[in-house]
């Protein structure tokens, strides 16, 4: 429950968000992610500490580098969580779009 | 992060979502999706016994589910501004779930686009987490009782 929350706290950050969307094309070294920022490089390191520690992120060790790459199960868990709410108000909106666009196109009386 | 048209915040220590949607609508037809009782009834898919868009107006809804059974729903309109503004409460009959506050934004964006935004505020944190659970919930209920329907007939 507690790890939960800390996901959802985690998530909450604007700079974390740009890490994760960073990570979703490749995986990338602590350095070449912090290149990304004009913060310090020990701010970004704690950023990876707490996406690491969330489990959003993986770190790998890869030769002499470490690699941070995301997590897909966990991103995917968490998406969970609102997606079928949204989807229930996404198609209901969709519907009023559609009626109200022929509506629209109906000649005037 | 997204181009998703809907997009639902729910801020995880708030007992409140807010739901925004643009629409390629000019924001007059907009409104009136949620003013004319007949439109209501087609895009809600529900029977509107009963809808008096006006400020101290209510209003009241009753949507049959696939099993058959039917919901009702109700509320009070607080404040309406034509093109602009809503302020309602929502129930469910069941009574499984406390009443709920509405505030309906409606914004001209362009002469053919709007936007909704839609913030909802509950009794309790708890309460609002079940409400957002539900269609999850409603999915794995659908999903099991399928499963069940197709055990029942392989036995057959």
Redesign the interface.
Known sequence: MNLR?DV??AL?DPTR?TIL?LLTTQAMTAGAIASNFETARPTVSKHLHILTECELLQAEQNGREILYHLNLDKMKEIA???????????E??N???N???H??HKPKP | MTDQKTIVTAPEHRQEIVITRTFDLPVDLLFMAYEDAEIVAQWMNTKVLKLESKQHGSYRFETPDPMGNVHGFNGTIHSFEKNASIVRTFEMENGEFPVQLEYLTFEKLGDDKSKLTMHIVFQSIEARDRLLKLPFAMGINMAHNRIQEIQSTSKQ
């Open positions: 929350r959802f706290q909450a968000r969307l969970d969580y609102l997606e079928p709410f949204r989807r229930m108000w996404d209901r909106f519907k009023l779009e009626i109200m666009q509506y629209h």
